[in-house]
């Protein structure tokens, strides 16, 4: 869950020392210990600097009378640059959005409780904890169309519901989708299932939620953001534009084509199309788990399958 997990998961607590701690005393420290690297300072409370082995060293003794000169001073005084500082409340994803913006070469940086000392982590733990929650994903996604499967997802719901942050969620169906694939191949079904998820993706970025592919023609979408039913149209929108590119120019004259149904018999199937069902965001906080709000999902597509056409139905149902 790269997304949603917090930096406090990497956070080390290093006893910090105050600011007014004279530089000798932090000479000491480093020797006494040969492996602490990083010194968190602090002033009332709050973080203000990071005293990095290295740095320190290289400053203090980079003239003879190093020590004469700053060894009585305050370690506060021997802080020049400002570390990085995040809230523990922040995403992983976040802090490394803000850190690669930055474009700065920190080894480590803070991180705080409403601006109170919290713990400090590195870069590399950072990457870390990314690299794994990426091999997470890539064991979990769909080897088609590499989105992440139920079990992510499912894990998302339940994290957004322990933390009571609002969401909808959305269930995307295809619509004629098998008499599709027995008309053009599966190939051609495969070719459909990526153009969805392209579609799914490019409306939903990391900040306005999640995309899942469940399986089959199923996707789940967590909407994160309020403007939810807009996307969803969005989608819907775009989705349609599309389809006449997957048909031949008399199936799309035709607005579909003729093919057996599962009993065998002729019938007309028309142009492929989404269902999806919506569980508003005021239904989802009342529920329990992500098994309640599957269940409503389900019962809001089987609705949306009424319509003809691209439609979306919302499961306002109250727990």
């Known amino acids: 869950m790269l997304n949603s997990k917090k930096v406090e998961v990497i956070a080390n607590f290093i006893t910090p020392i105050s600011a007014r701690i004279s530089v000798n005393s932090v000479l000491e420290l480093f020797q006494q210990d040969d492996n602490l690297n990083l010194i968190p300072v602090i002033e009332e409370g709050i973080a203000i600097g990071l005293i990095v082995r290295e740095k320190f060293f290289s400053k203090l003794f980079s003239s003879r ?86 079990v992510y997802i499912n894990e998302c719901i339940n994290h957004l519901l322990s933390e009571q942050q609002s969401f909808c969620v959305g269930y995307f169906d295809l619509d004629n989708f098998k008499p599709y694939n027995d008309m053009y191949g599966y190939s051609a079904g495969d070719n459909i299932i990526k153009a969805v998820a392209d579609t799914l993706t490019k409306h939903i970025p990391p900040e306005s939620g999640y995309v899942g592919h469940i399986g089959g023609d199923d996707f789940i979408v967590i909407f994160t953001t309020e403007d939810w039913l807009i996307e969803c149209q969005n989608i819907l929108a775009d989705f349609e534009k599309q389809v006449p590119g997957f048909y031949q120019a008399e199936h799309v004259q035709a607005g579909g084509f003729y093919c057996d149904d599962r009993q065998g018999k002729k019938q007309f199937f028309s142009l492929l199309s989404l269902s999806v069902g919506l569980v508003d965001a005021e239904t989802t906080s009342q529920c329990c788990s992500h098994v309640d709000i599957a269940d409503l999902a389900s019962e809001a597509k089987k609705q949306a399958k009424k319509f003809t056409g691209n439609s979306y139905f919302i499961n306002r149902r109250k727990q």
Do not use: C, H, W
Request: aromatic share 10%; hydrophobic share 40%.
């Open 65 to 150: 009378y190093g020590i004469e000169l700053y060894g009585k001073q305050p370690i506060k005084a021997f802080i020049k640059d400002t570390p990085f500082s995040f809230d523990r409340n922040l995403t992983i994803q976040q802090v490394s959005k803000q850190l690669t913006t930055a474009m700065r070469s920190d080894q480590a940086f803070l991180i705080t409780d409403n601006g109170a000392y919290f713990g400090i982590a590195t870069i590399l733990n950072l990457l870390e904890e990314i690299t794994q929650q990426q091999i997470l994903s890539a064991k979990q996604a769909n080897p088609l169309t590499l989105l992440p499967g139920s």
